[in-house]
């Protein structure tokens, strides 16, 4: 089955605005969670990580919440700009054994 | 250079017949993985080298085949292609030192797979 599950395939917000993007996970052993990014025709590049041992990480506009009861962690991103449109990916394994599954993946767009 | 590359970047090869594809990075990363990439899913992994150690999923174990004859070197091959093989390719490496692996996943271009 789908170890990581994003639920929702697209997304639209206004340029300023704050959006969030959700990410479930199966395995409870999980401890390492990822936020890629992905531009039409590129590789997808990591944009955000964080361990199991803190609930947040934050950098710039970016911060990643994680809530391990709930087996869920989220992408928050503020002051959302045009250049934010591109496929975000979570990622989330077992650091100590490096592999790493992907959700499918939620298309951002930005509107000026 | 952060560079993940991968031959050929298209492939076409008919059922049956085998399929060899080929990964190279520079940056002296010890792990190096391959995923695939269906239209609408998730990039799936198929399999990663730690250093020499092979690691393949369970339920793509006797799909996929891969060797790594030096560090900077991966390929995936497929011995016989059926048409549920078409997809793109993902290879990927990444850093770990021998710990927990928490470092970046830098990622080919992907080589596009076509079964007829």
């Known amino acids: 089955g789908q170890q990581v599950k994003q639920s929702s395939p697209s997304l639209t917000v206004q340029e300023g605005g704050i959006l969030i993007l959700n990410c479930d996970y199966e395995?409870?052993?999980?401890?390492?969670f990822a936020w890629y990014k992905k531009y039409p025709d590129n590789s997808p590049t990591l944009l955000i990580s964080v361990r199991s041992n803190v609930d947040k990480r934050e950098d710039g506009r970016f911060t990643v919440f994680l809530n391990k009861s709930g087996k869920h962690f989220s992408l928050h991103i503020t002051a959302s700009q045009p250049e934010d449109t591109a496929v975000y990916l979570c990622a989330a394994g077992m650091a100590g054994y490096q592999n790493f599954y992907f959700g499918k993946g939620t298309s951002l767009t930005v509107i000026p | 250079d952060t560079t993940v590359k991968q031959n050929p970047r298209y492939k076409l090869a008919r059922v049956g017949k085998p399929v060899n594809l080929i990964c190279s990075q520079t940056?002296?990363?010890?792990?190096m993985y391959w995923y695939q990439k269906k239209p609408n899913q998730a990039p799936k992994l198929l399999l990663f080298?730690?250093?020499?150690?092979?690691?393949r999923e369970a339920d793509t174990f006797e799909k996929f085949q891969s060797s790594r004859p030096n560090n900077s070197f991966c390929s995936l091959y497929i011995g016989s292609a059926g048409l549920e093989y078409s997809a793109m390719y993902l290879c990927?490496?990444?850093?770990?030192?021998?710990?927990?692996?928490?470092?970046?996943?830098?990622f080919g271009e992907g080589s596009k797979l076509t079964v007829l």
């Open positions: 080298y730690y250093d020499k150690i092979l690691n």
């Open positions: 395995n409870d052993m999980f401890d390492y």
């Open positions: 940056m002296n990363h010890d792990t």
């Open positions: 990927a490496s990444s850093w770990t030192g021998g710990a927990p692996n928490t470092g970046q996943l830098y």
